[in-house]
């Protein structure tokens, strides 16, 4: 009796076959992945439109303490909250041209990226005078004008360089 009983254990375990194997469907794995990359790209593409800012867009004013006047900037829309910036307010032999890249970072805050070239009498003899690189321009009343924060320039003045939009 002793021995019948693991010799019927061992004839039950091998005499269970699989009658039926599961079909399962074969599923294109790319074409899943694509539709939820595309579902992605739809919930990423209406998140970054909520967090646009401002529209800058079009031509402004620009002004500077030493020069009488206003002069023109425009600005381009290349992408999302980022433009191509350009212009210049002149006076007499006074100048301030800007050209570059700009970029709203916070409704506050427009990071430029370009040249400030500019060339006031009364700053060391009219000595040209250009800022390349990275400048902050920063707003306190709701986008309606942007003044150059890094104001001091190379004869140790300091500018108030002002975008009225």
Known sequence: MKNLLPIAILL??????????????????TKIIDSI????????DSILASRAFKDLSGTHSLT???ISGNGKISFTKIGQD?????GENKAGSNFVKIEGTARMTSPKNLKFDGII?????????????????KRN???????????????????GFADKIIIKM
């Open 12 to 29: 039950s375990v091998f005499s269970c076959k699989k009658t039926e194997e599961t079909n399962s469907p074969k599923v294109d794995s």
């Open 37 to 44: 990359n595309i579902a992605r790209t739809k919930i990423n």
């Open 64 to 66: 500077h303490d030493m």
């Open 82 to 86: 980022e433009y191509k910036v350009s």
């Open 117 to 133: 070239t500019q060339s006031i009498s009364d700053y060391d003899n009219g000595k040209l005078d250009v800022r390349k690189g």
């Open 137 to 155: 321009f920063s707003t306190k009343d709701n986008a309606k004008t942007f003044r150059l924060y890094e104001s001091v320039n190379n004869a």
